[in-house]
């Protein structure tokens, strides 16, 4: 819990999140050799903080960066002034971190900056911010060790050599550096919610991750309404975890779903987050937009209940907001649920000719469900099939395949 602030505390003092993390494992591991002896401190973090901050000192005397400029001098009297006594104020509401410092935001932020690649960006917040091991994250995104262990060298590398700033962005390029650490959270939720590949359908550590990301982000930017927009779209889509996985851990779909197995309390919490999001004002974001549909399906006692027409007109503004062959797809459900699946079938159709989406195994997935209501299972079958070809997701192609052969007993 204390490792993110520890490194992100280091890192502005020592302007190197590579060292940062090393001596923050060091602080660690003194912890785990001197507390079964000597008993727990009274204050953890304040023990933890100051013997990361003493090794952070004994590092820079021992390399004499301080004694070489007047101004290093007067660095070391700074940093002295720090490891002064200090209680940290941390406490829980929920899994909600308050009162953390402009530190964390810092760390947030150079952990997903635009200088680093995707994958890196992801890679270097999960072990930063999220204290996850290299093969954690390995077996999370089903990558081998050595590559995610690369792509972190890389990140800090990358980092040191382009001289990245540890600070938060000035006001010009905040919004667009917070859409950064937006899209690497969400990144992130997305493949513990529906895995891309592998055996298992759901990776819910991953979901828990970036809802605490995002619940910390809205702690430490609570004016930005597009995080708030994030974190309600999250919790209420995590809400449904317990109700997408049958007895085997096979995957139930949205609308056959037990919707007395959805957690309220994550419910609750996304409407607070999304009314957050309206409270501030203006237009709603991609977030707020994604999450006010989800939030449509968790009023609905039932799926017959589900207000599809609303979804159809969101799903219409998100298009307009921010397009995308994927959100096409999405709206093209909308409009089948809403007005018929021969309104949506038409849209799919439109979408066979979009690139980007020729190996999305989604696609023929949508276009068999909807050929599929208008009784041409023929057609169906071969969609459901070629949709099962192209996923890399064990359960979900044994769905995709069980579904194409309930086309052939339909026929």
Not at 72 to 85: C, D, K, M
Not at 297 to 315: F, M, N, V
Request: proline letters at 5%; one cysteine or more.
């Amino acid at each position: 819990m204390e490792s993110a602030r520890i490194i992100a505390s280091l890192a502005r003092m020592l302007r190197d999140v590579g060292l940062a993390e090393e001596l923050a494992q060091d602080a660690l591991v003194t912890a785990l050799e001197r507390w079964p002896e000597t008993g727990v401190p009274d204050n953890p973090a304040a023990w933890l903080m100051a013997a990361a901050k003493n090794r952070a000192l004994d590092r820079l005397r021992r390399a004499q960066m301080l004694v070489r400029k007047h101004e290093e001098l007067g660095r070391e009297l700074e940093i002295e002034q720090e490891l002064a006594p200090t209680e940290f104020d941390v406490k829980l509401a929920g899994d909600v971190v308050e009162n953390i410092d402009d530190d964390l935001l810092r760390l947030v932020f150079i952990s997903c900056h635009p200088v680093l690649s995707p994958d890196a960006r992801v890679a270097l917040t999960l072990r930063l911010l999220g204290g996850l091991t290299t093969d954690e994250i390995a077996r999370a995104f089903l990558v081998p060790e050595p590559t995610v262990a690369q792509r972190i060298v890389r990140a800090k590398r990358t980092l040191s050599e382009a001289r990245v700033p540890f600070e938060v962005p000035q006001a010009a390029e905040l919004a667009s550096r917070t859409a950064s650490v937006l899209g690497v959270i969400y990144l992130i939720f997305n493949e513990g919610y529906s895995a891309t590949a592998g055996d298992d359908w759901m990776r819910p550590t991953l979901c828990d991750e970036a809802l605490r990301l995002g619940r910390i982000l809205a702690e430490l930017v609570p004016q930005n309404a597009e995080v708030h927009g994030l974190v309600a779209l999250m919790e209420i889509q995590a809400s449904r975890s317990r109700a997408r996985l049958g007895p085997s851990g096979e995957p139930v779909l949205l609308l056959e779903q037990n919707r007395t197995r959805w957690d309220q309390l994550l419910i609750r919490r996304g409407f607070a987050a999304l009314q957050r999001a309206e409270e501030l004002g203006g237009a709603f974001g991609p977030y707020a937009l994604q999450a006010a549909i989800a939030a449509c399906h968790a009023r609905a006692l039932t799926a017959g209940d589900t207000d599809w027409q609303r979804i159809a007109a969101l799903y219409d503004a998100l298009s307009q907001l921010a397009p995308s062959p994927v959100v096409e797809l999405n709206r093209a459900v909308a409009l089948a649920m809403a007005f018929g699946p021969a309104v949506g079938l038409e849209l799919a159709d439109e979408l066979m000719a979009e690139p980007s989406l020729k190996s999305y195994h989604l696609l023929p997935s949508v276009r068999a469900d909807l050929l599929a209501k208008l009784g041409r299972n023929d057609e169906a079958r071969l969609e459901f099939e070629r949709a099962a070809s192209l996923t890399r997701n064990l359960r979900e192609r044994e769905l995709l395949l069980g579904r194409a052969q309930a086309c052939i007993a339909n026929s």
